[in-house]
């Protein structure tokens, strides 16, 4: 998508030095846009772990490129591999590159031929899979607007499930882009996204480079909007869906699917098919969900006299919880928006569309 | 309730000087504890609008405060009531105090005299059924605790409704004090409370103050708490409950208050009597929902270097939005603690602690 009028994928490989993985450092935004080298396959395990890089996507297809680097430099691919699965435990995208890597490698002669082609189809695929999301998303608000006679049509997300998190387009964004492109009005609230504000710093950032009207709204005002008709659907990414629909993605989307469902307002869920976990069946109790530091709910990052700085928002002795994640139970979720179309959240449904998965 | 070991109201007239008012200017609150004097109803309407006071008790007793001093320095105590009532839109202490002063000052012919006496009343009245609400909520906690054999019992709170949003006590924390002196072993979730963190600020410091166990939590993290067993009460505040028991508070209380309903976790809300609107009966359509200033949304205050800065956390040119409260339906409210004891969330259950208010 574009930055300043130029377009960028989040993670490419270096024009002419194929030894060099690009990313946007995503530390820095909305106030410093930031491009950083990768070298090595631990340059890549802290670019994840310490989130230069996040979301299901882009965590996804920077493993992919992570096990490439470890092919080029020598290492052992399999501890490589453990290496970058073990830098975030709930999205399964992660697992599931390191794997598509690892069983390419092994049948192949040309290992870092291969593991190059294959970094590339990842990510290649991931863009492919959000564009396909975007067109399919894309009818379910032209035909909201339809029903409001090409009124603003009102959407609510949560987190950045945007461009920033995948490789182009996103997975919740992509609908969004995809009908402002066509010419459809539409608005979206942006959840902050407490403690990182992903929301207010990316996804806020990336709807206003493609000039997409939003407001940054705190957390907490999702169900008051809902309540008062101001939202007309709610689209949010995932981070690990169930083979029977349930839905781990950034906390707090549970809470904005109770409101939803409160309040009549449809709640979809945009996800690559990389995202489903095929084995678990009951996402509150199977699905490991990541707590990190503390020191991310206590201070806030932001921009003071043109520097980012660092401010200490709670008393000094005060404990803090970070839990990453939760889980939004299929009953709530009205349907599920993938590259392949858009399904019902229940395994009958889900496999409807990938019934390759049916003996999984 | 204490601060560094010295025992404080929240609201006071200064010590040998009957002319000026004191408060703790909450705004600067945890990091620096500053006490400001009030000398005209002007500075008091300024210290409502401006939140160095806050909370449904304490702006109550401020404006009467500022009755007084308006009485004392001859100004048209009409005209200062109007003032005052139009410094918040949604709390209904505010109108209650207000009206309280002027019927005592009209029917009087020391009318200074009267007021201050009013005021004074106002205030104590206010410590007075915190006191008591949390004497009746103590016994819920505790019953909870047999339940648990003695286990900890974890209470979410939202927002500040302590003694810092009362004059002493609080009411959503009076029954956590009141259970804490008692012995009961009890832990408190504080949600943050975006966006201007009077959980992280406010609640966090004087929990911390009184040795209550506490954790600062983002906002978003409730639901996934309670899908967890990890909540065996929610204690919420109120800034207007309507005569049927809907809770307008703090933006977010809702989004609680559906997944402690969705959980099975009692919920409950505290509220001294000054609190209900008698005469509203459905809160979602009825209570006014103040609107804030984006500015809160976008600049975020703390600790940085011993100084307390404010850095932007959203792009300079996204829009945001700041609606300061929400309504939580009570149907969704397990119980209403207060002054005089528990009861439903119904018209029934508050018209039988509160007979007299039957013909409202």
């Not at 999301?133 to 608000?141: C, F, L, R, Y």
């Not at 309040?263 to 707590?291: C, H, M, Q, T």
Request: glycine fraction near 8%.
């Amino acid at each position: 998508m574009l930055v300043n009028g130029k377009h960028y994928r989040t993670i490419w490989l270096k024009e002419n030095d194929d030894s060099i993985v690009q990313i946007i450092d995503q530390r820095w935004l909305p106030h410093k846009f930031v491009i950083e080298d990768l070298k090595t396959v631990d340059d890549v395990a802290k670019a994840i772990k310490d989130m230069h890089v996040r979301g299901a996507g882009l965590i996804g297809a920077a493993a992919g490129y992570g096990m490439y680097l470890a092919a080029l430099n020598g290492d052992d691919v399999r501890e490589a591999s453990g290496k970058l699965k073990a830098t975030r435990p709930t999205a399964v995208n992660l697992a599931w590159a390191c794997d598509r890597q690892l069983k390419a490698i092994d049948s192949s002669k040309d290992k870092i031929g291969t593991a190059k082609k294959t970094a590339k189809e990842i990510a290649n695929d991931d863009a492919e899979f959000c564009r396909r999301i975007g067109e399919n998303g894309a009818k379910i608000i032209e035909e909201i607007s339809r029903r409001k006679n090409g009124e603003t049509v009102n959407i609510l997300t949560h987190c950045n499930a945007g461009w920033l998190a995948f490789v182009d387009y996103g997975s919740a964004t992509a609908p969004i882009y995809s009908a402002h492109d066509r010419g459809i009005k539409i608005h979206v609230w942006v959840d902050e996204t407490r403690p990182r504000n992903q929301g207010a710093r990316l996804t806020a950032w990336e709807l206003g480079q493609h000039g997409v009207p939003h407001t940054v709204i705190p957390d907490n005002v999702g169900g008051h909007l809902m309540q008062h008709g101001k939202v007309d659907m709610v689209i949010v990414g995932s981070d690990r869906t169930t083979r029977t629909g349930d839905v781990a993605n950034k906390i707090g989307t549970y809470l904005k699917a109770l409101a939803a469902n409160d309040n009549n307002v449809p709640f979809y869920v945009a996800l690559p098919s990389s995202s489903f976990d095929w084995i678990k069946r009951d996402g509150v109790k199977e699905i490991p969900i990541e707590e990190r530091g503390g020191e991310e709910v206590r201070f806030i990052q932001g921009l003071h006299d043109g520097e980012i700085k660092k401010v200490l928002l709670t008393p000094e002795k005060s404990n803090t919880a970070n839990y990453a994640f939760d889980v939004t139970p299929s009953r709530l979720v009205t349907g599920l928006i993938t590259e392949r179309g858009i399904c019902d959240a229940s395994e009958e449904g889900i496999l409807e569309l990938f019934p390759e998965h049916s003996k999984d």
